[in-house]
Each structure stands twice: as structure tokens, then as C-alpha cells.
């Protein structure tokens, strides 16, 4: 059943201990950095169906939709079908929550960006100029640049001789590793703040002597200096044959200093089986570890990404978390000691090579039977001149890289203005599907099919030319390519992030205070 509740009652789920809930919010991803609340999560209407159901995976859970009343009440109805049981929509949406004195924040990954800054504010987390990086290896001066991104992120730009690591959680699992000495200067960098600070102040928590720098502003204040930036492979860190004995003492002590427990198979297989609670079993190993060999059901989430996005990939609050890694635990632990000011819910290890017998239960929502076309239909009925619209449904990224002559580009929310335009054939992709969308458009009685196979074997050449959109493009947030746009956007966000200690002081949602071991 679905009830309306008030900004109050909200606020008190918030605040009730050992209660699992999902405040989500249902608008596209740019509409979503104009003002959301910090402990909500964005899954967009337009793809609710695909998601939710691995993100809120236990359909009692209490969820809270949070966002402007209509579009509430249109996915009240979506988790309602879903067989979600306990469902509730803010009254008034953001206007009521921001009328009873509660805050919206702007951006992405508010939290979590917050606690980076935090970090460097408290912890005295040290920082350095790309002048002086510079300098220093001019000089011939010992230092090694090691990048905290996940690997795509690398290959796509980098410093020059600055080491792929894959990603924050790896750094001192991968990157200590070409630390040549106790002198060496460690500088850690990513593509903005957050990334860096709380990697650089990762390695320093494991003890070591070396003086450890975040790079200031990242990448782009590298290339605002003069610097030379550079793309693609470059030089990336293979695994450690072998985890130093301090650092697994490391890893073990922040793991037990957290609470997170590790678990053996049979105590896994107990508490998965437990339906009473939400758990989440989330691997935090490099991508092609967990495509490897992983605990069966898990999902891959590299531990600095995770750290980085609580909102996006464990929306729901209270719930339990299982990280999966290797037998050393440093990468789960370099993780942990970040989560546990993010997630209040209980947090536990389990190795990747567990002989568990149980998966994590989640229940896929199920395609509707719609009307669909193959192929060679639509490229058949395109050559007639029939009267038909190709409605491309997939991420305006995709759709600029390569679209369908004459397809729109729309989502979800933009079909009802579609309807009348000939027939409309949705196009989706591997990740995207666009039945529910059409099932939509079919209780309308519109007229309209969805595409079952790929659009390159339509037989029309894709184009990059005319793009038409139904609608702006809102599922976009982050910089634009290289040139004057993204040096703007960037000088815009580091502003932003400048700004979160300040705007989240006294917010009980940012205190992390508390929760410092």
C-alpha cells in the first residue's frame, strides 16, 4: 500500500534505530543536483523498473519516494506492481520537506564528497600544487603520482608517469608497491578533490612513514598550470605476488576497530538466508577479479567507487553489507574505514573463494508483453516511408555516438508528447529496455512496438548528424570533453565543494564527528 506522510514523519524513520529504509527520488540525474535530500538515492522513472529491484532488493523494505508528487505517485504505482509492501510518497514532495526546515543539497554524491573535505579539514590530510609536483621531479627528487581513479578513467587522461593504481581502494594494496623507500613522496590524484584527499589519507592511516600528498584539484588544476595531460595506456600497477605482513595486521585492526566482521561460509550462507534484513554483497576487487571468480550474485563495485557514491549503490539505510576481497582483506579494510562514516548499517568480509552455497535473493521485474519489431522490419518499413517515429530510449550519450536516421531521443517521461507521431518503435539497448516504457504507451492505447534486436543490424547506417530530442537532455552531470566548457564546469564544481562543511554544519545527516573511531 502506498501513504502519503509528511516531512516529520520522515525525518523520525530517519532518525528510528535498526530501521531499514530507501528514500528515493525519481527525476532525471540533472534535475536531481538542483536540491535533493542527502540521504536519498536517484533511480529515475525512466528506468525504475530495471533497477530498483537490485538496489531495494527486499520488497518489504520501507521506501519513501521523495521528489515532486506526480512523478511520486506514478512510480507509487511502478513499486506497487513490483509487489513492494510498504510504500511512501513525502507530501508535497522537496517543497514539504524544505517547508518543515530540512535541507537540500545540490550536486552529486553529496555525502560523500563532504566527508572528503571533512577528512582534509580534520585529519590535516596534506595537499600539494601541481607547481611544485612539477618541481620536485624536474629535480630528479624521489616522488611517485599515483592516480586513484578506476582504470577507464585513467586510460581516457592522466599525468604523464603518474601510476594507474585502478582505483582508491588498491593504493596501498597495488601502489605502495612502486614506493621505492621511506623517503619517497607519495602524491595521489584524481580527476577533481574527493578521490585524492581520501586516498592520500588511506596510505597515511596504514602507518607508513613516507610523506603522503593529495594533488590540489586534481588533473584539472595539472593541465591549468601548463602541465601536460595525457591519454591512454600509460603505466598500469600490477598485483602485489605477496601482501606485506604490516599491512594485513593493518587491514585486520581496522576491520575489528569498524565492527566488520569476516565471515566463514557457513555464517555467510546464515545471514544471506535471512530474509528479514537487506544485505548487500558488493565485490570490491578490480572489475576483472569478480568477472574471474566471485561469491555467486555479487555485485562489482571497486571499494573506492563504492566509498565515493553510498547514494548510488547502497540506497538503502541500515542495511547489511558484505564486501567481498582476497584473503589479505587490505582492500575491504581501506574501504571499511570510509563506509563506516557513510552507511550505518552492519558491515561484514567474506573472501572470494568461499565455498557459500547461497546467493543474495533478488527478484528481476519482469518484462511485459508488448508489440515488438525485428530488424529487418523496421528497416523494411523505413525504406516504405511508412509512417513510423524511432523513439531511441538509450543514454543521450549513446544516442550522440550513433543513432537511427531521424530516431528522437527521448525518455521516458517525454512519450506521452509523442503519441500521434505514426507509429512509435522504441529502440533500448543491452543495459536499457524499453518494454515498460511501451507498456506505458499501450494502456494509453497508443501505437506503438519495441525494437528486440540491435540497431546495427537494422541496415540503415547510424549518424551522428540531425539529433532531434523530445526533451533536454537531463541524464548527464558530469564535465563536458576537454576545452573552455569543462574548465568552467570544473572551477563550478571545486566552488561547490569548497562550500559542503560549511552548508552540512549542524545537519545530523553529515555527522561524521560521532562516528570517528
Known amino acids: 500500500m502506498t501513504t502519503p506522510i509528511d516531512a516529520a514523519e520522515l525525518r523520525r524513520l530517519i532518525d528510528e534505530p535498526d530501521r531499514e529504509l530507501a528514500i528515493l527520488d525519481l527525476r532525471p540525474p540533472l534535475v536531481r543536483t538542483q536540491g535533493h535530500p542527502a540521504l536519498s538515492g536517484g533511480i529515475p522513472l525512466h528506468d525504475l523498473e530495471q533497477r530498483v529491484t537490485t538496489l531495494v532488493p527486499r520488497r518489504g523494505t520501507t521506501v519513501v519516494l521523495a521528489s515532486e508528487p506526480d512523478l511520486d505517485a506514478r512510480g507509487a504505482e511502478v513499486l506497487a506492481r513490483l509487489g513492494y509492501t510498504d510504500v511512501r510518497v513525502l507530501r508535497d514532495g522537496l517543497a514539504g520537506w524544505s517547508a518543515a526546515g530540512e535541507r537540500l543539497y545540490t550536486g552529486t554524491n553529496v555525502r560523500s564528497k563532504t566527508l572528503g573535505e571533512w577528512i582534509e579539514a580534520e ?30 578513467e585513467y586510460v581516457h587522461h592522466h599525468i604523464p608517469g603518474g601510476l594507474d593504481t585502478g582505483g582508491g581502494a588498491e593504493l596501498a594494496f597495488r601502489g605502495l608497491a612502486a614506493v621505492t623507500g621511506p623517503a619517497t613522496r607519495i602524491v595521489v590524484n584524481c580527476a577533481g578533490r574527493t578521490r585524492g584527499i581520501v586516498g592520500a589519507q588511506s596510505l597515511v592511516n596504514t602507518g607508513i612513514v613516507n610523506p603522503v600528498y593529495s594533488l590540489h584539484n586534481g588533473t584539472p588544476a595539472w593541465g591549468w598550470a601548463g602541465l601536460r595531460v595525457e591519454d591512454g ?11 606485506p605482513d604490516d599491512l594485513r595486521k593493518w587491514a585486520q585492526q581496522t576491520l575489528d576497530s569498524a ?18 534484513r537487506t544485505t548487500y554483497v558488493i565485490d570490491v576487487r578490480r572489475p576483472e577479479e569478480h568477472a574471474a571468480g566471485s561469491v555467486p550474485g555479487a555485485r562489482s563495485v571497486q571499494g573506492g567507487q563504492l566509498v565515493q557514491g553510498t547514494d548510488e549503490h547502497l540506497p538503502v539505510l541500515g542495511a547489511r553489507v558484505v564486501l567481498v576481497d582476497t584473503e589479505d582483506l587490505l582492500r575491504s579494510a581501506s574501504t571499511v574505514q570510509w563506509l563506516r562514516y557513510l552507511h550505518d548499517g552492519p558491515v561484514h568480509v567474506i573472501t572470494h573463494d568461499a565455498p557459500v552455497t547461497r546467493r543474495p535473493e533478488t527478484t528481476p521485474a519482469a518484462r511485459p508483453e508488448v508489440p515488438t519489431v525485428s530488424a529487418a522490419e523496421l528497416g523494411a518499413a523505413l525504406a516504405s516511408g511508412r509512417e513510423l517515429t524511432v523513439v531511441d530510449l538509450r543514454p543521450s550519450r549513446e544516442y550522440a555516438a550513433g543513432h537511427l536516421p531521424g530516431a528522437v531521443h527521448a525518455r521516458r517521461e517525454h512519450l506521452a508528447g509523442l503519441v500521434g507521431r505514426g507509429r512509435l518503435v522504441l529502440v533500448g539497448s543491452a543495459s536499457y529496455a524499453p518494454h515498460f516504457a511501451a507498456a506505458d504507451l499501450l494502456a494509453a492505447e497508443a501505437d506503438v512496438a519495441v525494437l528486440t534486436d540491435d540497431l546495427a543490424d537494422v541496415g540503415v547506417p547510424l549518424t551522428t548528424a540531425d539529433p532531434q530530442h523530445a526533451g533536454e537532455v537531463v541524464d548527464e552531470v558530469g564535465p563536458p570533453e576537454f576545452g573552455p566548457e569543462r574548465d568552467r564546469w570544473y572551477r563550478e564544481y571545486f566552488e561547490w565543494e569548497y562550500s559542503l562543511v560549511p552548508a552540512s554544519t549542524g545537519d545530523p545527516d553529515f555527522a561524521f564527528e560521532e562516528k570517528r573511531p
Do not use: N, Q
Not at 132 to 151: I, N, Q
Not at 233 to 243: F, I, K, S
Not at 262 to 274: G, H, K, Q
Open 123 to 152: 585529519l590535516g590530510t596534506r595537499t600539494v600544487d601541481s607547481e611544485t609536483v612539477a618541481r620536485w621531479r624536474e629535480a630528479g627528487e624521489d616522488v611517485v603520482v599515483l592516480d586513484s581513479r578506476p582504470h577507464e
Open 259 to 276: 565492527g566488520a566482521t569476516v565471515l566463514d561460509a557457513v555464517a555467510y550462507d546464515a545471514l544471506v538466508a535471512d530474509a528479514r
Open 233 to 243: 595506456p600509460g603505466t598500469p600497477l600490477p598485483a602485489p605476488v605477496e601482501v
